[in-house]
């Protein structure tokens, strides 16, 4: 039996604000309008002026890409690719757009409807339903037994991961459209200050346990993604073109860097080196411990996804559906693809694929090392937020509402049963 849990009128505290779920949906055109402003005289390395919601439009005679974005060393043409169908193991209509998220031997989607939902994921069962009421704009994390999830309502929330139970809830000074970050027993996640004007963003740091308030620190712009978490320090891009480091301890200002350009995607934290890249494509690596730059290198296009990383490889994509492969010792370029259509892609441990997922339901495999494309998979519906490979399954959700488990053909190589970085998607 489906157990379904539901929020009461108090712990609504107040009715979504759909317009700003329409800015998140229609990111691309504010990120096009933005670089382009930025790119065209803009001081860099802080604003001269607040950025506000107003100025987040996009011009119709705008076009980003003319003149600047270089032409892909390799690329592929769908209609010359011979795809392999994913075999539909079950399916189950959620409803809205659903981000997805593995543990405790179960599926979690957290839907646009304003519901979580676990699921049997040999079967598609419906094991408990959570509903909030109000939209739910990114994926959940599960961690020790629990889920944590943020939504347009300014709350953050903790279920048993077993149960559905609502363990403890937060209560943040705005929405919450990015996912937490769980590490060292702690949730950091970021929230903005409900403005039209003079947008700006709060970072929270809480004991995951129980949910109390450890820290905050308030950025001076807007904070567009999910803040990146090494051992000790608290990584995020902002809207004042730069990127800025807090102590997860205490969250006290470490250090910042200026950007070229705006900083929207979440930064990429490893113990000693911090990978990001600002939206006009340059590429930045930075010492963790003080924030100073390594290497730059410019891709002179616009970048909107986080960066992922196997072994000495990085691995960036584009508004122009390149996806780039870099050195990570000095930011040389290896090999770029263009796909004509992209939605996320992640490395799979042990890192000799790179898996590329596209909007219109497309899976490729490419070969890390050379982005030489190994094989091609059709699902049968498209893709709305990034899949998860599990083994030989993939479970994804769709434009029409569907949640899917689908399954590679018998001869593709399995990925690791148990996820890790795949549960949790690019934001």
């Not at 989607?109 to 109000?134: C, E, H, I, R, Y």
């Not at 996640?189 to 308030?218: C, H, M, P, Q």
């Not at 807090?246 to 900083?263: A, E, H, I, N």
């Not at 796909?339 to 490395?347: E, I």
């Amino acid at each position: 039996m489906v157990s379904q849990h539901e929020i009461s009128d108090q712990g609504k505290r107040k009715r979504p604000e759909l317009w700003k779920i329409a800015i998140l949906l229609a990111v691309f055109s504010m990120l096009i309008y933005a670089s382009v402003k930025f790119w065209m005289g803009m001081p860099k390395g802080g604003n001269s002026e607040p950025l506000t919601r107003k100025d987040i439009t996009m011009p119709s005679d705008v076009n980003i890409t003319a003149g600047k974005v270089p032409p892909a060393k390799n690329q592929i043409d769908p209609a010359s690719v011979k795809f392999q169908d994913l075999a539909v193991l079950w399916e189950q209509n959620l409803g809205g757009m659903n981000f997805l998220a593995w543990g405790e031997n179960a599926l979690f989607a957290a839907s646009t409807t304003g519901q979580v939902v676990a699921m049997d994921p040999n079967t598609g069962t419906p094991l408990w339903n959570f509903k909030v009421g109000s939209w739910i704009a990114s994926h959940p994390v599960y961690a020790n037994g629990m889920v944590y999830f943020g939504a347009v309502d300014q709350n953050l929330y903790a279920l048993d991961a077993l149960k559905g139970t609502l363990v403890w809830m937060f209560h943040a000074q705005g929405e919450i459209l990015s996912a937490p970050v769980f590490s060292g027993g702690k949730l950091f996640f970021v929230s903005d200050n409900n403005e039209i004007y003079n947008l700006k963003t709060r970072v929270y740091a809480l004991d995951a346990k129980d949910g109390k308030l450890l820290w905050t620190y308030d950025a001076k712009g807007w904070v567009a993604s999910s803040p990146a978490v090494n051992l000790t320090r608290v990584v995020f891009g902002c809207y004042t073109r730069e990127v800025l480091c807090l102590s997860d301890l205490d969250g006290k200002y470490q250090w910042s860097y200026p950007t070229s350009s705006l900083v929207f995607s979440s930064p990429l934290a490893t113990e000693e080196v911090i990978y990001t890249c600002s939206i006009d494509g340059t590429v930045y690596a930075l010492q963790s411990r003080d924030g100073k730059v390594i290497w730059q290198q410019p891709l002179n296009e616009f970048v909107w996804l986080s960066p992922a990383v196997s072994g000495n490889i990085l691995f960036l994509g584009s508004y122009s559906q390149n996806v780039y492969a870099l050195d990570r010792s000095n930011g040389k370029q290896l090999w770029s693809y263009n796909l004509r259509d992209l939605l996320d892609f992640y490395p799979q441990p042990p890192g000799d694929v790179l898996y590329v997922f596209t909007g219109t339901g497309k899976i490729y495999m490419l070969k890390a090392q050379d982005g030489s494309l190994q094989s091609a998979y059709q699902a049968k519906r498209d893709f709305s937020s990034t899949p998860l490979v599990l083994g030989n399954r993939v479970y994804a959700g769709a434009n029409d509402g569907y949640v899917c488990a689908l399954s590679f053909p018998p001869a593709t190589p399995s990925a690791p049963a148990a996820p890790t970085s795949p549960a949790i998607p690019n934001p």
